[in-house]
């Protein structure tokens, strides 16, 4: 048993355990005219005791004889729930049939996105009250407590008015990000949306084409538009200091100077902004395209019939038939603006300068939490930044809502 | 149904409580198996399996595994497996990270310490792993990021300079740098001399401000002192030597142009840097020429008496506190380190600096690690003048997030000598609360 990760395979029988248990246990249930959630409560919790159980045993009798013990230890969750399936008695009521399928289906999907998305959101939110760092050994549960202490609403409270570092560099960094956002997002749906409507327009034969060349940036990866932006900008070989020589201009030190400024935006902030707008503009295009492809012709006919011109259309016809359209590119746009990470990480690691001219919210998350092993502070501006992602879109949902459908 | 469920539960109660007596028994009563967890670099690997390996055949009831992670993901499974109480049961750790992980590792066993001479290794080194009094570890090698340059030959004889320089002090240094600055449309296309990444910054920072008399701790080591009259007249010293005109901090820093990369890539000819540099461009840049031939490594001048200097304490070896046979874990880390063979075997196998005296001292063992790694000629005769960084509460947030930025803005012309060295104590004094 020394041999083998036992606690990579710990996890392995218990997902295993877990998702036979919850999506064959319903089913059975059903068939039996029992109630299939009940059926999926239990699966899962004799699936995983099992899994765990019978796992162990196998590896502990088997694996210093025999070498296929490890994969024989992975179907421990058949031990259990075999018999359990046997078991179960039939009832004459046949009042949950047809239920077993929907519940085999979403069972396992929700014990992955409680174990994955639910348990991980709440142990965040429960860090940002601590002074959390793995380093130091804690209270008995789960280290909190003792040296690792709880600090209430001291985090909070240290982001909106302290004076410490960790106080200035948050607020620099949610200064970037809002300003990030707010130049992304406008930026984004001007140059998407009038794109959109001209590829429209252009002959059917074309459209794939254009389709494809501005949906290409957005399929390759961050890391590697980082590293071609990064070029481009670079202070001594840069295409774009290349170019400005040529016009017997001075070059510019994009990514290093922290003095330089292009219309009141840092130049790294500048630069950052152009190459994740480059990379992000031909998601929303795309979108656009759907939507415009989906307004009934018969609307725009009736405008022109009564004598409207190609731009009234696209102004009083198209622009309002759009508006869930931009409601969601809105809030995809923002909610992807505020996690804004790898460009930025690439291209400037937040700087240039002490206090980070591309510094953004995420960024000092991920320095917080993993190079300083602040849990508790990194956990606490996630929160933050997630209550700040919530509010932002129901505001753009209730701006843009609708109350018609076409 | 529920009496079936009872039944297999007593009948599965059964099976384990026999599963977990029978198999214990007499076989495991003298094998001890250890697990050994190592970031992953080639010749570290190689050099600690080596030692497993002998380790191992003098003690043949033990066996070692060693589990070896990448380097970020090394860090990351630190930080979540030491909590979880997963951890191997001996972890290669940077020195300079033993004391924060102190209460999750075992002290070295009080038979053992009483007969540990804690002078065999070079104090620099060694007082990483000394956290409350108590050893928690013992280091491979001696972590040295200042006392001596890289410099490029060629440069050198196109400007007419000798190869390879003595500098007597700081002017001269200066002065050769100036002549091998190029530049191209008005920006900096060669540096004269780099030492503007963020190691070199920081460690000259408290080189100097040692050399100069100073300290930058106070006498019992609580808090940072770093607006001493020495830490302004070093700060002072970097801007004089930006202001003339041997870098520009705009387009050689740690961001823009790193100085081992800039160094072989011809973009600087004189580079502060630590020895592991050497290997570094050997394996990175291989048409750069050899070491000897196409470049050196120069020892710096000293501002005093004594080429002082600070040191990280380097990799090393500890046990973990939940380990099973801490006794063992401890004996085989002895034996890798405090050993002058074994650590002779890791210092040549890895190119790195001797954390144990004997190995630099003794004339046999320098032959030999001379001859595997001839850069380490310039820093041996330093190793003496290092002291240990001391315990900071979070040193990577100083370096890089405090000491680092302040400096690198004073010499880019955003702030004042003066009101770099009050921000920098003053934050840095900061991370202690």
């Not at chain 1, 729930?81 to 289906?105: H, Y």
């Not at chain 2, 290669?92 to 290794?121: I, V």
């Not at chain 2, 032959?367 to 900071?392: C, D, F, H, R, W």
Request: aromatic letters at 12%.
């Amino acid at each position: 048993m020394d041999t083998i990760d036992l606690q990579a395979y710990m996890l392995y029988w218990g997902m295993i355990g877990a998702l036979v248990g919850a999506s064959v246990t319903p089913l059975v249930y059903d068939r039996r005219h029992r109630n299939p959630w009940t059926g999926a409560l239990i699966g899962l919790f004799v699936g995983v005791v099992s899994a765990e159980a019978f796992g162990w045993l196998t590896l502990r009798l088997l694996l210093e004889r025999w070498s296929g013990a490890a994969l024989l230890s992975l179907l421990g969750c058949l031990v259990l729930l075999i018999p359990l399936w046997w078991s179960v008695p039939e009832r004459s009521r046949k009042g949950f049939q047809q239920r077993g399928f929907v519940s085999s289906s979403i069972s396992p999907l929700m014990f992955y996105l409680l174990t994955m998305s639910i348990f991980p959101f709440l142990w965040a939110i429960i860090l940002a009250f601590f002074d959390y760092s793995p380093r130091r050994v804690g209270g008995p549960i789960l280290g909190l407590g003792e040296d690792n202490p709880f600090v209430g609403l001291a985090h909070f409270q240290e982001m909106w008015v302290g004076h410490t570092r960790n106080a200035r560099m948050f607020q620099n960094s949610m200064n970037n990000t809002l300003l990030f956002a707010m130049i992304i997002l406008p930026l984004n749906l001007a140059i998407t949306l009038p794109l959109a409507a001209l590829i429209e327009s252009v002959h059917e034969r074309l459209k794939p084409l254009f389709r494809a060349v501005y949906f290409l940036p957005v399929v390759t990866s961050s890391v590697g538009v980082a590293v071609m932006w990064g070029y481009i900008f670079h202070a001594q070989y840069g295409l774009l200091n290349q170019a400005l020589k040529a016009f017997g201009m001075t070059p510019i030190a994009w990514l290093q100077d922290p003095r330089v400024e292009i219309l009141g935006i840092p130049a790294a902030m500048f630069a950052v902004i152009v190459a994740y707008l480059w990379q992000d503009f031909g998601y929303n295009l795309i979108i656009f395209i759907a939507a415009l492809q989906n307004i009934p012709i018969s609307l725009k006919d009736a405008a022109r019939v009564d004598g409207a011109s190609p731009a009234q259309v696209f102004l009083h016809v198209t622009l309002p038939l759009l508006r869930p359209t931009i409601m969601v590119t809105s809030v995809l746009t923002m909610i992807s603006s505020f996690q804004v990470f790898d460009i930025i990480q690439v291209m400037t690691n937040g700087g240039p300068g002490r206090i980070g001219k591309t510094d953004v919210v995420v960024l000092e998350i991920y320095k917080n939490a993993f190079r300083y092993e602040r849990m508790g502070w990194a956990a606490a501006m996630a929160l933050v930044l997630f209550v700040l992602v919530l509010l932002v879109t129901t505001a753009q949902r209730w701006l843009l809502r609708t109350t018609w459908e076409y | 149904m529920f009496k079936r469920l009872i039944s297999i539960a007593v009948l599965l109660a059964v099976v384990l409580g026999v599963a977990g007596i029978a198999p214990r028994g007499a076989a495991a009563q003298e094998e001890v198996k250890l697990r050994l967890w190592a970031h992953q670099e080639g010749p570290f690997n190689d050099a600690i399996q080596a030692l497993i390996d002998a380790y191992t055949a003098e003690h043949p009831n033990v066996s070692i595994e060693m589990e070896t992670f990448e380097y970020e993901l090394y860090i990351q499974t630190l930080q979540t497996a030491m909590p979880a109480g997963d951890e191997a049961d001996i972890i290669e750790m940077f020195g300079t990270w033993t004391c924060s992980y102190a209460d999750r590792l075992a002290p070295m066993p009080e038979a053992m310490a009483a007969d540990f001479d804690p002078t065999a290794f070079y104090q620099a080194t060694f007082d990483g792993y000394v956290c409350d009094d108590a050893v928690r570890g013992l280091p491979f090698e001696f972590n040295m990021e200042y006392g001596a340059v890289l410099v490029n030959k060629g440069m050198f004889e196109t400007a007419g300079l000798d190869f390879p320089p003595k500098w007597e002090n700081w002017d001269q240094l200066v002065e050769d740098a100036l002549k091998m600055v190029q530049t191209q449309d008005g920006q900096m296309t060669v540096a004269g001399y780099h030492f503007l990444s963020a190691d070199a910054v920081v460690f000259s920072f408290l080189a100097e401000i040692l050399q100069r008399g100073g300290n930058y701790w106070n006498e019992d080591q609580t808090a940072f002192n770093f607006d001493s009259p020495e830490a302004i007249a070093a700060l002072e010293h970097f801007k004089s030597m930006v202001d003339a005109g041997v870098v520009d901090p705009v387009l050689f820093n740690d961001d823009a142009n790193w100085g081992g990369d800039a160094f072989f890539t011809n973009q600087a000819a004189i580079v502060l840097i630590g020895p592991w540099a050497v290997a570094y461009g050997l394996d990175s840049f291989p048409d750069f020429g050899a070491f000897g031939e196409a470049f050196d490594y120069v020892a710096l001048p000293a501002l005093g008496d004594e080429p002082k200097f600070a040191a990280d304490s380097g990799w090393g070896l500890v046990v973990s506190q939940n380990s099973a046979a801490t006794d063992v874990a401890w004996d085989f880390v002895q034996f890798a380190t405090a050993n002058a063979d074994n650590a002779l075997l890791f210092n040549t196998t890895t190119g790195t600096i001797p954390a144990l005296r004997e190995v630099a001292e003794n004339e046999d063992y320098r032959a030999q690690l001379l001859e595997a790694s001839p850069q380490l000629e310039t820093v041996l005769p330093l190793l003496p003048y290092g002291s240990y960084i001391g315990n900071m509460p979070d040193r990577d947030l100083v370096f890089y997030d405090i000491v680092y930025p302040y400096i690198l803005d004073m010499l880019q012309g955003l702030m004042s000598v003066e009101d770099a060295a009050a921000f920098i104590n003053e934050d840095a004094n900061a991370t202690f609360e």
